[in-house]
């Protein structure tokens, strides 16, 4: 078969409804369940207290965020409500999580990457991940200003710089 096989992501969502993604192979057929909606809400406030206006609120299930799917924004008193999110039952977060080889822990088992995430952008503030147990739900954050980091990557025994190495944080 010399047809080429493309793997594409479809997203969908409706009032009321939380809103859900897939991945399929253009050769199958698709459908998305669209279960009834739950809220993720809290509020958003920089380290002295006071509330960021604007912050982009969005659960890690895409690699790009998609403005209004899965996410809100926080009004002028730092509140948002993600109100398209699945319900999703409770599990016991171990405190701190720790990570062991990449995989961060919990006293359940190994809590999903892309599925118990969800991350706050702000522009002048460092982007902040955290964990949450259970939707509905509610999560207060605090957002503390951008910083530069500055080093250098180097291999190790020898010491010598590693080029064009991607770094993330």
Known sequence: NDNPVYLYTVCAWAPGRASVMDRFLWTQPLVLAMPEASSMTGQ???????????ALVRFESLD????????????????????????????ELSSPLSTSRGRFTTTGGILPLHARWFRVE??????????????????????????????????????????NVPVSM
């Open 44 to 54: 958003v406030k920089d380290d002295r207290g006071r509330p960021v206006a604007g």
């Open 64 to 91: 790009i965020p998609l403005e209004g799917f899965l996410s809100d924004r926080t009004d002028g008193e730092g509140f948002f409500d993600v109100n398209d999110v699945q319900f999703i039952e409770p599990v």
């Open 122 to 163: 702000a522009s002048g503030f460092a982007s902040v991940r955290l964990a949450y147990k259970e939707v509905p739900g509610k999560a207060d954050v605090v957002l503390r200003p951008e910083a530069t980091i500055r080093g250098r990557v180097v291999y190790a025994g020898t010491g010598l710089p590693a080029a």
